[in-house]
């Protein structure tokens, strides 16, 4: 490249872009490896897909412009065949909406950024549908009123049974 820049020049453009390209793919490699890591440890659901398979289908969902229509084909693909319970379900669209949007803008095409925009909110649509789902605790007046309906229970069981 000393000897003839400008001759050498398409080969150095080459290799910077192959370094970004590169910082690309180890991203998302890395950001793939944390969500596997947080859907195991604080959601129980093992990946089972790998980190370099999940970033494949991270980079697939930004590079074809996956919109709020594939939500649910992504998060399966990433899942597989586990069948998360609502709780998880909700845990899973939470981390995997924080992943997509951790990923650097320049994996989206231009024209394909709003489809990144539909596709993060679907997914937080999906965590709030999710948590509403959840049924809430029982406050202390529901558990009061509980054990007073299985007392009434039993001494109506206990009048049929001296009857």
């Given at each position: 490249m000393r000897k003839n820049p400008q001759r050498s020049m398409g080969r150095y453009w080459l290799t910077m872009s192959d370094a970004s390209a590169f910082t690309l793919v180890r991203s998302?490699?890395?950001?793939?490896?944390?969500?596997?890591?947080?859907?195991?440890?604080?959601?129980?659901?093992?990946?089972?897909?790998?980190?370099?398979?999940?970033?494949?289908?991270?980079?697939?969902?930004?590079?074809?412009?996956?919109?709020?229509?594939?939500?649910?084909?992504?998060?399966?693909?990433?899942v597989g065949s586990h069948k998360p319970d609502i709780e998880q379900r909700g845990g899973i669209c939470l981390f995997l909406r924080d992943t997509l949007a951790q990923l650097p803008l320049t994996l989206w095409p231009q024209d394909k950024l709003p489809a990144r925009r539909e596709l993060l909110e679907e997914l937080a649509r999906q965590v709030s549908l999710a948590h509403a789902d959840v049924p809430t605790l029982p406050t202390r007046d529901e558990i009061r009123e509980q054990e007073w309906r299985d007392q009434i229970a039993g001494l109506r069981r206990e009048a049929q049974r001296q009857a």
């Open positions: 998302s490699v890395t950001l793939a490896e944390a969500l596997r890591r947080d859907l195991a440890e604080k959601l129980k659901v093992v990946a089972e897909p790998s980190p370099v398979e999940i970033a494949t289908v991270l980079l697939t969902a930004a590079e074809a412009g996956w919109g709020k229509g594939k939500a649910n084909q992504l998060i399966s693909q990433i």
